[in-house]
């Protein structure tokens, strides 16, 4: 059984920052991809960054600049820091990785709420 648990979410102040860390365990033979996503209140699950296991990373274009993903591959951990936070950054962050048991798999963690706000 693969697990994905995040951590380090909670209420910010515009401008401040925040970093989430995502860890995955279980009976895991490989990861490729690795990502976070976010779910707002009444809009659909987006993607906020994602990361190969080349570390080849892509972002939404509203956190560029602003969110940078990493990932460690010994440790099978993903985490994101997140600058410069907007309120419109408000939301539910979801970890999700594509694992190998070794059947190919696609897994979520459970979220994680971040808020920003005065």
């Known amino acids: 059984q693969v697990q994905l648990v995040e951590s380090g979410g909670g209420l910010v102040q515009p401008g401040g920052s925040l970093r989430l860390s995502c860890a995955a365990s279980g009976s895991i033979f490989r990861i490729n991809a690795m990502g976070w996503y976010r779910q707002a209140p009444g809009k659909q699950r987006e993607l906020v960054a994602a990361i190969t296991s080349g570390g080849s990373t892509n972002y939404a274009d509203s956190v560029k600049g602003r969110f940078t993903i990493s990932r460690d591959s010994a440790k099978n951990t993903v985490d994101l820091q997140m600058n410069s936070l907007k309120p419109e950054d408000t939301a539910v962050y979801y970890c999700?990785?594509?694992?190998?048991?070794?059947?190919?798999?696609?897994?979520w963690g459970q979220g994680t709420q971040v808020t920003v706000s005065s």
């Open positions: 999700n990785a594509d694992i190998a048991t070794p059947a190919w798999s696609n897994y």
